[in-house]
Antibody, heavy 119, light 108 residues
């Protein structure tokens, strides 16, 4: 059974940093791209970032480029999102999501972790 | 960036009725369109990928159609558990991957 478990969310001040891990199990982690998708309170879904299975390529939404870094440790079956220079508009539930064999579709999602940026 | 516009924003129907949800892309996405279902307090769930392929475990009452810029998700006969928000998403030309704004299917 595929499981994705995010953690690391919480309250952070504007300009602060946070690192979100996502622990994966139930599939060959290194074989699939992984992504982060966020959802602001009461709003729709917004893609944040994707990393390929090897970790060799990364992709970012313009809204987070230069501030967020996606990475993965295939030896630990864990995906990460390092978030720096956080802004109020980054407040959202952050989901990690597993890609399918065809990149860009998400077939399994974690339960999400809430990040609140506020003073 | 490809913009996806979903309509209607809200669909009010009764159990047993047919639901038809629309997703229009600002430019062609070929067949690279997916649909997700999200219930309150839960993560999204993949329903349909690449326009018309049902994901694992998705009931046959869910079907997808379309091509190019116009796509439809049809729920043939609404079950009580189908009342939720539905999002379309394209993977044709990325980054960025983009989602539509969602359609809420509510009980009439």
């Amino acid at each position: 059974e595929v499981q994705l478990l995010e953690s690391g969310g919480g309250l952070v001040q504007p300009g602060g940093s946070l690192r979100l891990p996502c622990a994966a199990s139930g599939f060959t982690f290194s074989a699939y791209a992984m992504s982060w998708v966020r959802q602001a309170p009461g709003k729709g879904l917004e893609w944040v970032s994707t990393v390929t299975g090897s970790g060799g390529s990364t992709y970012y939404a313009d809204s987070v480029k230069g501030r967020f870094t996606i990475s993965r440790d295939n030896s630990k079956n864990t995906l990460y999102l390092q978030m720096n220079s956080l802004r109020a508009e980054d407040t959202a539930v952050y989901y990690c999501a597993k890609g399918t064999a065809a990149p860009g579709t998400f077939d399994y999602w974690g339960q999400g972790t809430l990040v609140t940026v506020s003073s | 960036e490809i913009v996806l516009t979903q309509s209607p924003a809200t669909l009010s129907l009764s159990p047993g009725e047919r639901a038809t949800l629309s997703c229009r892309a600002s430019q062609t996405v070929s067949s690279y369109l997916a649909w997700y279902q999200q219930k309150p307090g839960q993560a999204p769930r993949l329903l349909i990928y690449d326009t018309s392929n049902r994901a694992t475990g998705i009931p046959a009452r869910f079907s997808g159609s379309g091509s190019g810029t116009d796509f439809t998700l049809t729920i043939s006969s609404l079950e009580p558990e189908d009342f939720a928000v539905y999002y379309c998403q394209q993977r044709s030309n990325w980054p960025p991957l983009t989602f539509g704004g969602g359609t809420k299917v509510e009980i009439k």
